[in-house]
């Protein structure tokens, strides 16, 4: 190795001097060691080669310390060689400047958009619903009541409406966030379902299979807003028909998976007041109300299929 080569010529120098001493190349005889005249001379010192150490500080990965010849300039590897710095042989041989730029094959490379927020998992502040759709175009009968209280305008009384082709638009609104769609979804299903109230026939039963899908839709969004608006809709709908529970004992696989990860999510507060208790807005509250209320009216197979699809829950008829 280079440093190695340094050691013994130094060892051997100081042994006899003469014997080493180092002579300028002839006149038109090429320089030894590939070395080539630049202007006139080679940088020659005055006295014989000695020797004397070069300090390049003491960081983590750095030479402390090397013996450097200083008969012919020979090139010294400094820690300041990545930077430009370079003398010696290099500098005999016409080199000069840092040379071309790293093509950072193994510089890590980060892309600009890998720390702009993606929002995957953010709410949809404007979702496309069929609800919308629908009453922008003015195919709902229903209109806002402005007045003291607002509320919804009916254009038709709703018990005289197709409950199985507007009910699952209904539904559909209630992913709206935005008002008037928000308000009138949410009023407007409440005024349908306590409409079908002991009607017959039933009204909301040959609608059920038709819900599933926006209501399923209103629960993936994991939005707890979005969520309470849809559970207490259906609660809604059994107590005003309770042959809907029995209807829904198929569609559990569908819907129960997500109240399943919101069953037991309640906020430890000591001796506090939860205000969402009594705005109905607290998820687990509702979903412990739904699971006891679709097993008090969906049959002898409720149970166990509420069992099999949340394994923690426990009757509350049986026990």
Not at 74 to 80: A, G, H, Q
Not at 179 to 197: E, H, I, K, T, V
Not at 285 to 307: P, Q
Request: charged share 20%.
């Amino acid at each position: 190795s280079c440093g190695t080569f340094f050691f013994l010529f130094a060892v051997d120098h100081l042994r006899c001097p003469r014997a080493f001493e180092v002579m300028p190349p002839a006149a038109g005889s090429k320089a030894p060691l590939g070395v080539e005249m630049l202007s006139t001379q080679i940088v020659k010192s005055s006295s014989l080669p000695s020797l004397h150490r070069q300090s390049y500080g003491s960081g983590a990965g750095q030479h402390s310390q090397a013996l450097v010849a200083t008969g012919y300039q020979m090139m010294t590897m400094s820690p300041s060689a990545g930077s430009g710095n370079i003398s010696g042989r290099l500098v005999a041989q016409g080199h000069w400047g840092g040379g071309p730029q790293k093509a950072g094959a193994y510089k890590k490379k980060i892309p600009k958009g890998v720390f702009v927020k993606s929002k995957a998992f953010d709410v949809d502040e404007k979702p496309v619903t069929q609800f919308r759709r629908f009453y922008e175009r003015h195919d709902l009968p229903i209109a806002v009541r402005f007045a003291t209280n607002p509320g919804v305008e009916w254009k038709v009384e709703p018990e005289r409406l197709d409950y199985i082709y507007l009910l699952p638009i209904f539904f559909d609104g209630l992913l709206e966030k935005e008002n008037p769609y928000s308000f009138l979804a949410f009023s407007g299903l409440q005024d349908m379902l306590n409409a079908a109230r002991g009607k017959e026939p039933s009204l909301i039963c040959p609608a059920v299979p038709s819900i599933i899908i926006p209501l399923k839709r209103c629960l993936n969004t994991k939005d707890p807003q979005t969520m309470c608006k849809a559970v207490n809709m259906l609660q809604l709908m059994i107590r005003c028909d309770p042959r809907v529970g029995e209807l829904m004992v198929p569609y559990y696989r569908q819907l129960l998976p997500i109240m399943n990860l919101y069953m037991n999510m309640n906020k430890n507060l000591g001796d506090g007041i939860e205000y969402s208790q009594r705005k109905r807005e607290n998820m687990a509250d509702l979903v412990a109300e739904t699971l006891e209320l679709l097993e008090r009216t969906g049959g002898e197979d409720a149970f166990i299929n509420i069992k099999y699809m949340i394994p923690t829950y426990e009757s509350c008829m049986i026990n």
